[in-house]
């Protein structure tokens, strides 16, 4: 069964090269070029692998990196190029480790309700709840309440991105300018941060860009038609997703499926995963429970 596999970040580089090195002896590792090429019907695919990953954190160019070129397995990565360009770190990066509780009630007073209501959610979900914009207020708000500074850079040079550009192993592709939920966006800021990523990040690497991968990736609670019609008109060839099923020829060319690989995840768990494949969405019931569920009842809440 043909399959595409998500990482993000991985900081322990011996879990990766076992990892990789597993993978790589049950399928057969394929680039995006033989993916574009078997869903133009050019070629067919047995028991096949791409690796995908997102973001372009400095674990990529640290620990993924080497793992790859050591086995030779070729893989897409996809990264905002605003966050390479002005050296900043992406919004959930900055997150990490602030106090919920104070988080939450700046959003509370914000948005003019009540603080308990927040009691049962994570802060992430919260967040995913609202335009991408209002997130970055919410977090200067709270920089400004409790005298925190912006986190040191967390991703990748722009050189080490043109380096791994020119490898030939890796083709790097498109995860929008500012990682929103693209469904919170209006028209208009869709289309930046669709349109501008792939001009930016085409002018960064100096040659056309195309590949992409939706920021949380879920259609229709995620992106729409909306955003695959941005992205058809900008000659993407292959868009991704991220429902966990095996990949094949019927797949919608805007949503590939991809199966998400947990930092550190344990092999066995893994490979049940990877045994399981289409049946693993239905295994999570992603549409009705989790992250989904509570982002719509927090819509809700906040009458978004």
Request: proline share 3%; aromatic share 12%.
């Amino acid at each position: 069964m043909n399959k595409i596999l998500n990482f993000h970040l991985v900081d322990n580089l011996e879990w990766f090269d076992k990892t990789i090195s597993m993978i790589k002896s049950r399928y057969n590792m394929v680039g995006i070029d033989t993916l574009i090429d078997y869903y133009d019907g050019n070629i067919d695919l047995k028991n096949a692998c791409h690796i995908t990953i997102d973001d372009g954190d400095q674990t990529f160019y640290q620990n993924i990196y080497p793992i790859l070129k050591k086995y030779q397995v070729p893989a897409s990565i996809y990264v905002s190029p605003k966050i390479f360009k002005e050296h900043i770190n992406y919004w959930f990066q900055e997150v990490e480790g602030y106090d919920e509780k104070i988080l939450k009630q700046i959003i509370a007073t914000d948005t003019n309700t009540n603080l308990k209501d927040f009691d049962h959610y994570n802060i992430f979900t919260i967040l995913k709840t609202f335009r991408v914009e209002k997130i970055h207020q919410f977090l200067e708000l709270y920089r400004k309440e409790t005298n925190t500074a912006l986190k040191p850079y967390q991703n990748m040079s722009i050189d080490e991105l043109i380096q791994v550009d020119q490898s030939g192993l890796i083709a790097i592709g498109v995860h929008t300018m500012n990682h929103p939920i693209l469904m919170n966006e209006t028209d208009e800021s869709s289309a930046f941060e669709i349109n501008s990523s792939i001009t930016e990040l085409a002018e960064l690497l100096g040659h056309p860009v195309k590949c992409f991968s939706y920021p949380n990736g879920i259609y229709n609670y995620d992106f729409s038609e909306r955003e695959e019609n941005l992205l058809l008109k900008n000659n993407v060839k292959i868009t991704f997703s991220t429902v966990a099923k095996n990949f094949k020829k019927s797949d919608h060319i805007m949503r590939i499926p991809r199966i998400g690989i947990s930092n550190n995840e344990k092999l066995l768990f893994l490979k049940i995963k990877l045994f399981l494949g289409s049946f693993w969405d239905s295994l999570k019931k992603i549409k009705t429970t989790g992250e989904y569920k509570q982002r719509l009842e927090l819509q809700r809440i906040f009458n978004v």
